[in-house]
């Protein structure tokens, strides 16, 4: 079974940057889509951004600019670089792979003090 492990969240002012990682127990994300999802306090989870193994990406138009997702499938693992943040992107932020059946981290908080 594939396990996902979030880490690097923490606690940030408005402008700083953090880096999540996400770690794999298996070789997965070359052959497989990744991606990053987030949900704040009295919210809906949304999606944040995509990474396919094919090497195309996709943001949400909140994080265009700021954040960046890529991966390093000798490490298996993934990343998000969230530069500029701000008080709105504070959240649990959950990685996740897009397979056959898509296996879903326990999700790190984020928090982006004003």
């Known amino acids: 079974q594939v396990q996902l492990v979030e880490s690097g969240g923490g606690l940030v002012q408005a402008g700083g940057s953090l880096r999540l990682s996400c770690a794999a127990s298996g070789s997965i994300f070359g052959i497989n889509t990744m991606v990053w999802h987030r949900q704040a306090p009295e919210k809906q989870r949304e999606f944040v951004a995509q990474l396919t193994s094919g090497g195309s990406t996709y943001y949400a138009d909140s994080v265009k600019g700021r954040f960046t997702i890529s991966r390093d499938n000798a490490k298996n693992t993934m990343y998000l670089q969230m530069n500029s943040l701000k008080p709105e992107d504070t959240a649990v932020y959950y990685c996740?792979?897009?397979?056959?059946?898509?296996?879903w981290g326990q999700g790190t908080q984020v928090t982006v003090s004003s």
């Open positions: 996740g792979v897009m397979g056959a059946k898509p296996f």
